[in-house]
């Protein structure tokens, strides 16, 4: 027979877990905004300095030299960034997820125990 008193705590339960990972991905998705827009800063500050220094050079070669090592340093800034953000975005799904562990343990032991019987 239908129990209303089980529906409404299955009901809370479940709201439980929904705000729990709601609250989870908005955390994740905040530390990723402020990361990217901290590189994006970051990079800029980093552009208009080599842009000075290449207006400042003394001859093609040291120009050359310049913009190498700039191209380098970007390239590996990025991929390290990107790393990190790649990071950021795995622990945001675990995290995200982590509320639902539980539940979804219970109801597979449910399902495997009536499926023995």
Same mark, same amino acid.
């Given at each position: 027979?239908?129990?209303?008193?089980?529906?409404?705590? @299955?009901?809370?339960?479940?709201?439980?877990?929904?705000?729990?990972?709601?609250?989870?991905? =908005?955390?994740? !998705?905040?530390?990723?905004? =402020?990361? =990217?827009?901290?590189?994006?800063?970051?990079? !800029?500050?980093?552009?208009?300095?080599?842009?000075?220094?290449?207006?400042?050079?003394?001859?093609?070669?040291?120009? !050359?030299?310049?913009?190498?090592?700039?191209?380098?340093?970007? $390239?590996?800034? !990025?991929?390290?960034?990107? =790393?990190?953000?790649?990071?950021? $975005?795995?622990?945001?799904?675990?995290?995200?997820?982590?509320?639902?562990?539980?539940?979804?343990? @219970?109801?597979?032991?449910?399902?495997?125990?009536?499926?023995?019987?």
């Amino acid at each position: 027979m239908f129990n209303f008193d089980d529906a409404n705590k @299955k009901s809370k339960e479940a709201m439980d877990v929904a705000v729990k990972s709601y609250s989870a991905l =908005t955390r994740g !998705f905040q530390a990723i905004a =402020t990361e =990217t827009a901290d590189y994006s800063k970051k990079s !800029f500050e980093e552009g208009i300095a080599h842009l000075e220094k290449l207006s400042n050079a003394k001859s093609i070669e040291a120009a !050359f030299e310049l913009q190498t090592n700039y191209l380098k340093a970007s $390239y590996e800034g !990025f991929v390290t960034e990107a =790393t990190k953000i790649g990071e950021m $975005y795995a622990d945001l799904a675990k995290d995200a997820y982590k509320p639902y562990e539980a539940p979804v343990a @219970k109801a597979a032991a449910q399902v495997k125990s009536a499926a023995a019987a």
